[in-house]
């Protein structure tokens, strides 16, 4: 697998009578937003379940932080109600008992406290007219300024949309990975990019995120040593590994789980 120059997964070749469509890069990018572009983000008008904002970007893996108004826990989900000061929205996640870390469920639960400040990563879903978040990650923002900061990445993730627009560059996508971790996560300078390898997939990012989806799905994520560990009998350096997992976060390819050294990818 490599990245290609479109910014999204690249093929390692597909068998010519495979029928099944991959989403392009656009929707698999984790998108910062406020609760209110969702509530009135369109809908998809073939009736298919797309919902895109007003500049054109499909809505899939979201992140929203806001202020827990209710919550409802239930055996199987637990449902919240969430206002950021420009909508109010629920973020539901579903529980399967004894199939989830216990730090899993401690930061779920700490979030379980009306007025407590919360961030929400998942997917926007519909269901009988009314917009909601799938949510796969809920936790207590470390500061408030974080609230602050989310606003910023939301502002930042339009700009760079805008001007990917104008020059005829939207296949790219625009996500904004860090930020999910701790706010430490965001680059110094903006808009640092992954290092695309375009000689066949040997750069660390590929290998990072295939060493990341070696390990398969799980709650928690895989520490980052794991992937050092891994990339070192490739010939990469713990600091090459460390740069290409900040770059991937950066660019929304991986976001982090129950801490800042364990990931998942965004897809």
Avoid at 11 to 33: A, F, H, M, W
């Amino acid at each position: 697998m490599s990245y290609d120059n479109q910014g999204g997964f690249g093929s390692q070749g597909t068998p010519s009578n495979q029928t099944k469509t991959r989403r392009n890069y656009d929707e698999q990018t984790l998108i910062p937003v406020t609760i209110k572009q969702i509530i009135t983000a369109d809908g998809d008008p073939t009736g298919g379940n797309d919902i895109s904002l007003k500049d054109g970007r499909t809505l899939y893996m979201v992140k929203i932080v806001g202020c827990v108004r209710s919550f409802e826990q239930k055996s199987t989900n637990l449902a919240i109600d969430i206002e950021d000061g420009t909508g109010m929205i629920e973020a539901k996640t579903w529980m399967n008992e004894g199939d989830e870390c216990s730090a899993v469920a401690n930061m779920r639960q700490e979030c379980c406290q009306d007025y407590a400040f919360v961030r929400v990563i998942g997917q926007v879903k519909e269901f009988d007219g009314k917009r909601h978040i799938q949510a796969t990650d809920i936790r207590l923002l470390g500061t408030k300024n974080e609230f602050t900061y989310h606003l910023l990445e939301v502002a930042y993730s339009f700009d760079k949309y805008q001007k990917r627009k104008e020059s005829g560059g939207v296949g790219m996508g625009v996500g904004m990975g860090y930020g999910i971790g701790n706010m430490s996560s965001m680059p110094k300078t903006m808009g640092a990019k992954v290092s695309m390898n375009q000689g066949g997939g040997n750069s660390a990012a590929d290998a990072a995120v295939a060493s990341i989806k070696s390990y398969g799905e799980t709650d928690t994520g895989v520490d980052i040593q794991n992937v050092i560990a891994d990339l070192a009998s490739q010939g990469f350096s713990e600091q090459e590994v460390r740069n290409a997992m900040e770059n991937l976060a950066n660019e929304g390819h991986v976001y982090s789980t129950i801490d800042e050294n364990h990931f998942s990818v965004s897809e």
